[in-house]
C-alpha cells in the first residue's frame, strides 16, 4: 500500500464492487458516526462578500476555554500539521510512533531528520534537545490515551517544541494540555474540528499556543482559509450543546461492543484496549489485505494499519460505527471465520 495511504476510500471501494457508496460499511475511517444538530439553512448564506472569522474564532476558543488570541484556524487538522512544520524550520523531529502518518509526511517534505520512539514498547526514551516533539493522545491507530505529565517536564527540561495532537480527545474524558500553554512558550496542540464533529468535508483544524506564536503563525498564513460554509456549519455544530455528552456516551458504549465483537472473534490474536472511536487489532492467521478481500463480500471496509511505523500487515484498524453496522460486522467474521 502507498507510504501515507489513509483510510476512507470509500468512493473507489464502491466502484472496485461496482455498488452504491450508500451501501458501503466504513470502518475504516475513523470520523464520528454522531452529527450535530445543524439548525440554518445553508442556501440563504450570503457568500458574495470575503469570508469574516470573527465568530468561529469566538466560538472555538469557548469550546476549549482559550482566548481567540490562542487560536489560529486551517483548511483541516493536515493542512495546520504541514503549516506549522514550515513555519518552524526546525532541524529535528521525534514522533511517538505509530502516530497520523501526515506527521512523518511533513517532517520528510520540510527536511527535519526524524527520530521515531516505539510507544507500544516503552515511552521514557532519550530524545534529542531541542527536538519538535509530536505526540498523539489518544494515540492512533490504537486510541490509548496516555497521561503525559512526566512526559511534557522531559521534553521541557530539554528545551523541546511540543506539538500535541487532540483530535480524538473530546472522545473521551482525558485532560487537555492548554494549561501547559501558560506555562511553556514552546507548545502547541492540534484540534481537528473533523474527527468528533463528523464533518471529514467541512475542512477546519485548529492550532492552540500563546499568543505570541499564533501571532507569528498569522503572518505566514494567507488571509481566507475557509469558505463561508465551512465557517457557518462549524459554528452550528458548536451550538449543539447537548451533542458531546450524546455523542460521547453512545461511542462509549458502541466500543465495549465492537471490543467484545474482536476479542470473541477467532480471527485475532490481539484487541488492544481503546479510549477512541476505533480499534487496533492483531490478526492471526491471514494478513490485513487477505482479511479486506473476504469483507468485500460484506461490502465492509476496514483499514489495513501496515504503513504505520512498528506495525505490520497482520494489524487492522477498526472504526466504531452504529450497532446496526457492527453487528453486520459481527456476522461477516463469524462466517469467514
Known sequence: MNQFEHGGGVENFAQELDCKVEEIIDLSSNINF?????NMNFNELDISAYPSYSKLYEAIASNYQVSSTQCELFNGGSSAIFSLFRFLNLLHCTIYSPAYLEYKKAATLFDYKISHINRLNILEQIVEKNSLVVFVNPSTPDGKLYDIEQLMKYWISQNCTILIDESFLDFTNGVSMSPYLKEYDKLYILKSMTKFYSSAGIRVGTLLSNEHNITELKKTEPMWKLSHFDSSYLQESLKDKSFKAISKSINAKNTIYLQKILETSSLFSEVFDSNANFILAKLKNINAEQFQDKL??????IRNCENFDFLDDSYVRIAVKSEKSLKHFNEA?????
Do not use: D, H, Q
Open 333 to 337: 467474521l463469524v462466517s469467514i471465520s
Open 34 to 38: 454522531i452529527k450535530p444538530t445543524i
Open 296 to 301: 468485500k463480500k460484506y461490502k465492509i471496509m
